[in-house]
């Protein structure tokens, strides 16, 4: 029997490895830049509660156990606006990039669908798509989504760009959504790390957005960046119950189900602030220190405005910006990662220790 491929494309991440032993040759060592890996500690209150859950001998709940959906419900309704979710209408993921990956499939997506994502966007929705064989189509303008749409994700704040989308642009895209009869997603994972304002980016799931109907409407969320839960693999999606259940009867049958430890740690980190906030002041204050060295040795800053990334430009090819950052020990992805239209960008993260940015200043001023 001949298997048709799934045709999908090289993992973009090892054209930069040769850029990545260059940088290792400078005499003072590589700092990574590119990747949005947390470095800080797990605070020690979420260690704890994997800790005291070690004794997890019996299979766990692919739904969650009922008190992580009720944090989960609570932590909407406290940080996000979002109120009004039942128990139902929420559901722990292993991660948010599996999710992200196979939501397409788990939704019956396939041959002659259309899954959009943003212009300048994550490779994984892309490839979601390809696994379930549907087609990909990059687009922020819901006049260009076609008839034959099922899925658009929606990311605010973007990666790599952070870009954040306002409710009165959400609401047009959820309007858009409904009309072809697809589900539309929010990929918000960064949205507590947010530089211009002092409350959360808007959710999806706000109801000015949704008008109070969250119908087909879905907001996936990720522990990683805002509680350092990288290592724990630790998300969750809430909105329309009617999908939510279709998820967990696709969840059940393949066996996605986040680790009893991870869930009782999962439940500590949604009802504490306060990591949170030291967290963010963290990377707000190596955002301020990097960035003003980013614009003094002559980029520009583009978007930016939440998330733990730069999105900059010199004027000049991206991949020729990469090779001057390596021979100066710093490694950034090029912007051609994440969309054909912006062949000038790099990505520079903000996931390094502060004494890696402060050696990542003091390059930078000598950068010709």
Known sequence: MTRSPLSLPDFPWDALVPFGARARLHPGGIIDLSVGSPVDPTPALIRDAITAATDAH?????????????????????????????????????GSKELIAWLPLMLGIGEGDVVVHPSVAYPT????????KATALASDDPAEWPQNTRLVWINSPGNPDGRVLDVETMRAMVARARELGAVIAGDECYAELNWAADEPTPSVLDPRVVGGDRTSVLSVYSLSKQS????????????????????LGVRKHAGLIPPAPVQAAMIVALGDETHVDVQR??????????????????????????????WATRGQDAWQTVADLADIGLLVVPGTFYTDGAPQHVRIALTVSDDDIDTAVERLAGLA
């Open 58 to 94: 019996a299979y766990p709940q692919v739904a969650g156990t009922p008190a992580l959906r009720e944090a989960i419900v609570e932590w909407y309704a406290r940080r996000r606006g979002v109120h009004g979710l039942d128990t139902a209408d929420v559901l722990p993921s292993i």
């Open 125 to 132: 929705y892309a490839i979601g798509a390809a696994l379930a």
């Open 228 to 247: 350092n839960l990288a290592g724990y693999r630790a998300g969750f999606v809430a909105g329309d119950g009617a999908l939510i259940a279709e998820l």
């Open 281 to 310: 002041e963290l990377y707000r204050s190596r955002r301020d220190r990097l960035k003003a060295a980013v614009e003094a040795a002559g980029f520009t800053v583009d978007h930016s405005e939440a998330g733990l990334y730069l």
